[in-house]
């Protein structure tokens, strides 16, 4: 268990350093100074990924030089990316890059610190939005300072659901099938194109749940803001032994818990 004084030096500089990366890529952007190429699945990135990843990684190697970071943009070059033991941060460099590159307004920058894959700190900071989500373990989430509460809702046929769809385009026909479900079986969908953002909409109450299939990077620090708001989080699927609850993003579903039941019980069928 971590004390409360530790976990406020975290969060503060979580959260510092997120603003400071925020501020930097949406300058990059503003000025036109920014290269796009793809990963190998056709996923775009772009140098404003790399230079916001740049930021919060020697923030952190300067003052946490023991800790270690598994990043989206450096989780492929670097050696035991499979391990979660001991300190560990989660990072996002820029989650929503499409929306980021088009000029669109939802993409977000996200730190997450871990210890034995347990999340303790959390921060989404949606800089053209002006906006910040925050949560430390136990001790609730935050929107902008104010406490987060999920939505009320206890029927799927009220609520409003946010998905979203796999990079990799031979994984399209099982997501159009969860698309289908979703679609007959609540009030409307949502798709931002930022899950991260979206998970912190369900702790906010402006999305009644969100479900995709998503990485560590994606779940760390808005399951646990959506967990502090009383969200109920599992998964449609089967957690490895080897993945964290807290960090496995693999059909994932993210709702208030009034509709989780329901929505769980649907998305079994999306074979």
Aim: proline letters at 4%.
């Amino acid at each position: 268990m971590m004390d409360l004084i530790t976990l406020g030096k975290l969060l503060n500089f979580t959260e510092n350093v997120v603003r400071k990366s925020g501020k930097h890529i949406v300058k990059m952007r503003n000025e036109s100074h920014i290269d796009i190429t793809y990963k190998d699945v056709g996923e775009l990135v772009t140098s404003a990924d790399f230079a916001s990843d740049q930021i919060i990684r020697e923030a952190i190697l300067y003052y946490y030089p023991d800790h270690r970071i598994l990043s989206e943009e450096n989780f492929t070059s670097e050696g035991n990316k499979e391990r979660f033991d001991g300190p560990l941060w989660i990072v996002d460099p820029l989650d929503g890059t499409v929306n980021f590159a088009k000029g669109l307004p939802h993409f977000a920058v996200l730190v997450a610190f871990a210890v034995d894959g347990i999340v303790w700190v959390g921060v989404v900071h949606a800089p053209e939005m002006g906006i910040t989500f925050t949560g430390i373990r136990g001790n609730g989430s935050f929107f902008n300072g104010k406490k987060l509460q999920v939505s009320s809702i206890s029927k799927l046929s009220e609520s409003v659901v946010g998905t979203g769809f796999p990079h990799d385009k031979s994984q399209i026909k099982s997501a159009l099938t969860r698309i289908n479900n979703l679609a007959t079986s609540c009030r409307d969908i949502r798709r931002f194109a930022a899950p991260t953002i979206d998970i912190c909409y369900v702790a906010s109450g402006l999305l009644d749940a969100h479900t995709e299939s998503l990485k560590y990077w994606d779940v760390a620090a808005a399951g646990l803001i959506a967990r502090e708001a009383g969200a109920t989080i599992g998964h449609a699927g089967k957690v490895p032994d080897n993945i964290p609850n807290d960090l496995f993003g693999e059909e994932i579903i993210c709702s208030t818990p009034g509709i989780f039941k329901e929505l769980f019980n649907l998305l079994q069928k999306n074979d």
